[in-house]
């Protein structure tokens, strides 16, 4: 009986290839950051923009007077924002930039109080790396602001796609080394 491999080497392929994509794409945003700060910035405002849009929407369908106005204004004030920033994506990029630096500040200092709190753990030693570099992280980029928007987004992003890529390239490759292509029987002809 003849056998047909099923079609789960397609799937993979894909997820090569999308793992190809991500290390492209992060390596572009890795040597031309503040291109990629910009693009990152502009799809924030377009999120930000469609969800204005569904905060009017539903404030349209809403029962009672204060409902209707509070989701209109939470809506109008989306639309603001993201039409701004879309009209303004540098200032946008300085902006998100600030807010990364503190989100740094903010996680690093609570890595380490998180450390002092598992310390008899092991493996607690990873949490107090992970904080004093997320915190020292936080601290270059707040001290270096506005000049830390030229590289800070950018590069955070692209690094992250380029170890994305990179993972999804191996344990694509580690699955297609474990498990062996499944076949199933040929349809039989018609006699």
Same mark, same amino acid.
């Given at each position: 009986?003849?056998?047909?491999?099923?079609?789960?080497?397609?799937?993979?392929?894909?997820?090569?290839? +999308?793992?190809?994509?991500?290390?492209? =794409?992060?390596?572009?945003?890795?040597?031309?950051? =503040?291109?990629?700060?910009? $693009?990152?910035?502009?799809? /924030?405002?377009?999120?930000?923009? =469609?969800?204005?849009?569904?905060?009017?929407?539903?404030?349209?369908?809403?029962?009672? #007077?204060? %409902?209707?106005?509070?989701?209109?204004?939470?809506?109008?004030?989306?639309?603001? /924002?993201?039409?701004?920033?879309?009209?303004?994506?540098?200032?946008?990029? #300085? %902006?998100?930039?600030?807010?990364?630096?503190?989100? =740094?500040?903010?996680?690093?200092?609570?890595?380490?109080?998180?450390?002092?709190?598992?310390?008899?753990?092991?493996? $607690?030693? +990873?949490?107090?790396?992970?904080?004093?570099?997320?915190?020292?992280?936080?601290?270059?980029?707040?001290?270096?602001?506005?000049? %830390? %928007?030229?590289?800070?987004?950018?590069?955070?992003?692209?690094?992250?796609?380029?170890?994305?890529?990179?993972?999804?390239?191996?344990?694509?490759? $580690?699955?297609?080394?474990? /498990?062996?292509?499944?076949?199933?029987? $040929?349809?039989?002809?018609?006699?």
């Amino acid at each position: 009986m003849a056998t047909i491999p099923v079609a789960g080497r397609h799937g993979s392929t894909l997820s090569i290839i +999308w793992g190809i994509l991500l290390v492209i =794409f992060g390596l572009t945003a890795v040597t031309i950051p =503040f291109l990629a700060a910009v $693009a990152v910035t502009v799809v /924030v405002a377009w999120l930000i923009v =469609f969800g204005g849009i569904v905060h009017v929407v539903l404030a349209l369908h809403a029962h009672g #007077a204060g %409902s209707v106005l509070w989701k209109l204004l939470v809506g109008l004030a989306y639309l603001v /924002v993201g039409g701004y920033t879309l009209l303004h994506p540098v200032l946008g990029v #300085a %902006s998100l930039t600030l807010l990364l630096g503190a989100l =740094f500040l903010i996680e690093g200092i609570l890595n380490i109080v998180l450390y002092f709190k598992m310390r008899p753990l092991r493996g $607690a030693g +990873w949490v107090m790396l992970d904080g004093l570099v997320t915190l020292l992280l936080g601290g270059l980029i707040y001290l270096q602001w506005p000049l %830390s %928007s030229v590289w800070a987004i950018g590069i955070l992003v692209g690094i992250s796609m380029l170890i994305s890529g990179f993972t999804r390239i191996a344990l694509t490759f $580690a699955v297609r080394r474990a /498990v062996p292509p499944t076949e199933v029987p $040929a349809p039989r002809a018609a006699a």
